[in-house]
């Protein structure tokens, strides 16, 4: 327990909090319903993190975002302290984790199946997913979008926010991250204070980069997760198409 604790000093895990925590540092307000394959995941009404809608019945996510077996996926929502007509609240029905992951930081990645089939509509869509193994080129302009904080001590954005940031080469990602990054199954990027970007609460949401979904929120310096020293870290994705795969074949809801 005492290595745990030390570990959290250094970084952590933008865990998933109320609404009141998460968010996008700066950046801007989302066009309505622009990203239909957002979904906010909530405990008791409130927005926990964030994922997206790869199948109609599954959302891909961060591991760590499970807090228990209450979870309610939330899906065509620009803003969620509202109930618009546009929004489909489905529970989950199972948490598929990845094997590998033992609650640290390596293998964070988590598919939701839905109790049901989402409504495939202008406001609710599935998002497509990058090839194996394809790759990333460093220093492109990616987004990241999320609900809530919009700063420290500043309040929540109860509409959808997004924000630009920039691949980080992993060698840098390393020589700062060290034994926490692993570059087989991690990306991360630059950003400036300024400019600000992903925060504490938006775990689970995508990092787009040329409109694919390329990594998973997953975890910032842990005192302050808009210091620039410190590279945002994010899951790969195309590290683990094989594994999703695998887990969507075996999984179909009956129309």
């Not at 290595?3 to 959290?8: D, E, F, L, S």
């Not at 899906?75 to 489905?90: C, F, P, T, Y």
């Not at 293998?107 to 839905?114: A, E, G, H, Q």
């Not at 509409?159 to 691949?167: A, F, H, I, Y």
């Amino acid at each position: 327990m005492i290595h745990a604790y030390c570990i959290i000093l250094l970084l952590q895990l933008l865990s998933p909090t109320g609404g009141s925590e998460s968010g996008i540092v700066n950046g801007k307000v989302s066009k309505p319903h622009s990203r239909p394959y957002m979904a906010s995941l909530q405990y008791d009404g409130q927005h926990s993190c964030g994922g997206i809608l790869i199948r109609e019945d599954f959302v891909l996510t961060a591991a760590h975002c499970k807090q228990s077996d209450t979870m309610t996926v939330v899906l065509g929502a620009h803003n969620i302290s509202k109930k618009e007509k546009s929004q489909q609240r489905i529970n989950v029905t199972k948490y598929i984790k990845h094997p590998k992951y033992n609650g640290k930081y390596d293998y964070d990645i988590m598919l939701l199946k839905l109790k049901k089939n989402a409504t495939l509509n202008k406001f609710v869509k599935t998002i497509g997913l990058p090839k194996k193994k394809g790759k990333i080129p460093a220093n492109i302009k990616c987004t990241v979008a999320g609900w809530g904080r919009t700063g420290q001590d500043k309040p929540a954005s109860d509409v959808l926010k997004e924000n630009t940031e920039k691949l980080q080469f992993n060698s840098e990602c390393k020589y700062i991250w060290q034994q926490y990054f692993d570059d087989d199954s991690m990306i991360c990027t630059k950003f400036t204070r300024k400019a600000g970007g992903i925060c504490q609460g938006d775990s689970g949401g995508p990092l787009i980069c040329n409109s694919m979904p390329q990594g998973i929120t997953a975890f910032t310096a842990g005192d302050d997760c808009n210091n620039p020293k410190y590279p945002h870290v994010f899951t790969k994705v195309n590290a683990f198409i094989p594994w999703i795969k695998e887990v969507l074949k075996g999984n179909r809801n009956v129309a």
